[in-house]
């Protein structure tokens, strides 16, 4: 049995996982933007959070700090057994030749944008047990970054680009789905003379900050609808005729995309640290229930 899990394990890092949004790396610089810019308050509340961390029963998916939340999510994935009913909280695609319709393919609210919603009440509960608003803020984390990548919010019958193959530049065996959430993504955010992971300006924050969940999947669905698409398969169209099942971003495409993932990383982790203004804060909610006590 350790020997079958060994491999389960290798396999795992080996193999892509296609419903994971911007991998590892870039859910880490979004927790990273997010704590850089949230109050000295803010991250006293988050450590002292984050002291549940044992009573979550996940030894293989630490959760020791922001960073480790905004993948933790992903991670306890590999046990199905135990969170297998979390995977479709992941994303919320919404075809792009149709209409957007921020209600559809979320039924009973298992879908990222209402998850988000639904973490961030549960993060604002005091009367909460400390684990479960721990388990909380992780998902927080988390799917609000999921719900910037473009691709899980825009879908051309197939499954968010996944069952498109696609080539990175001169580099083969990728997906289409799979390139905006590593290759891309890590290039628009590693750039050292320009770094994403700062303290804004409030003039910053004004313009890549703000809106709801619904509002952030209606613009990942329209960066995928105008620009992921088309980019990818050379047409203003994509919905004029079925699309090829492979395709190659050139180095043209890649440098065009680049701007465009990094803002969304940009904005992911600025909405974030509101998320977590919010719902560290004394608001309504928190005030009523500690009113009951």
């Given at each position: 049995?350790?020997?079958a899990?060994?491999?389960?394990?290798?396999?795992?890092?080996i193999?892509?996982?296609?419903?994971?949004?911007?991998g590892?790396?870039?859910?880490?610089?979004t927790?990273?933007i997010?704590?850089?810019?949230?109050?000295?308050?803010v991250?006293?509340?988050?450590?002292?959070?984050?002291?549940?961390?044992?009573?979550?029963?996940?030894?293989?998916c630490p959760?020791?700090?922001?960073?480790?939340?905004?993948?933790?999510?992903?991670?306890?994935?590999?046990?199905?057994?135990?969170?297998?009913?979390?995977?479709?909280?992941?994303y919320?695609?919404?075809?792009?030749?149709?209409?957007?319709?921020?209600?559809?393919?979320?039924?009973?609210?298992?879908?990222?944008?209402a998850q988000?919603?639904?973490?961030?009440?549960?993060?604002?509960?005091?009367?909460?047990?400390?684990?479960?608003?721990l388990?909380?803020?992780?998902?927080?984390?988390?799917f609000?970054?999921?719900v910037?990548?473009?691709?899980?919010s825009?879908?051309?019958?197939?499954?968010g680009?996944?069952?498109?193959?696609?080539d990175?530049?001169?580099?083969?065996?990728?997906n289409?789905?799979?390139?905006?959430?590593?290759?891309l993504?890590e290039?628009?955010?590693?750039?050292p003379?320009?770094?994403?992971?700062?303290?804004y300006?409030?003039a910053?924050?004004a313009?890549?900050s703000?809106?709801?969940p619904d509002?952030?999947?209606?613009?990942?669905?329209?960066?995928?609808?105008?620009?992921?698409?088309?980019?990818?398969?050379?047409?203003?169209?994509v919905?004029?005729?079925?699309l090829?099942?492979?395709?190659?971003?050139?180095?043209?495409?890649?440098?065009?995309?680049v701007?465009?993932a990094?803002?969304?990383?940009?904005?992911?982790?600025?909405?974030?640290?509101?998320?977590?203004?919010?719902?560290?804060?004394?608001?309504?909610l928190?005030?009523e229930?500690?009113?009951?006590?």
């Open positions: 049995m350790k020997a899990l060994a491999v389960a394990l290798a396999l795992a890092v193999l892509p996982a296609p419903a994971h949004a911007w590892f790396y870039a859910h880490r610089k927790a990273a997010a704590e850089a810019n949230v109050s000295p308050q991250r006293a509340k988050i450590a002292r959070l984050i002291r549940s961390e044992p009573a979550l029963g996940t030894p293989e959760l020791k700090s922001l960073e480790d939340a905004a993948v933790w999510p992903d991670c306890i994935r590999g046990e199905g057994w135990r969170w297998g009913y979390t995977a479709a909280w992941h919320r695609t919404a075809p792009v030749c149709q209409a957007f319709n921020p209600r559809a393919n979320c039924a009973g609210g298992n879908c990222v944008t988000v919603t639904r973490a961030h009440r549960m993060l604002a509960d005091e009367s909460l047990p400390a684990a479960i608003r388990e909380a803020l992780a998902f927080v984390v988390h609000a970054g999921d910037h990548m473009p691709l899980h825009g879908d051309n019958e197939d499954r680009g996944n069952d498109r193959k696609a990175y530049g001169i580099r083969p065996g990728y289409l789905h799979s390139i905006w959430d590593g290759p993504a290039r628009a955010i590693s750039d003379a320009d770094p994403v992971v700062r303290r300006s409030s910053e924050r313009e890549l703000g809106g709801t509002d952030w999947g209606r613009e990942s669905w329209e960066i995928a609808r105008s620009f992921v698409y088309p980019t990818a398969f050379d047409t203003e169209d919905c004029a005729a079925p090829p099942d492979e395709t190659a971003l050139s180095q043209e495409d890649i440098i065009r995309g701007p465009i990094k803002r969304r990383v940009q904005q992911a982790g600025l909405r974030i640290a509101d998320l977590l203004e919010s719902a560290f804060a004394p608001g309504p928190v005030v229930e500690q009113r009951r006590r």
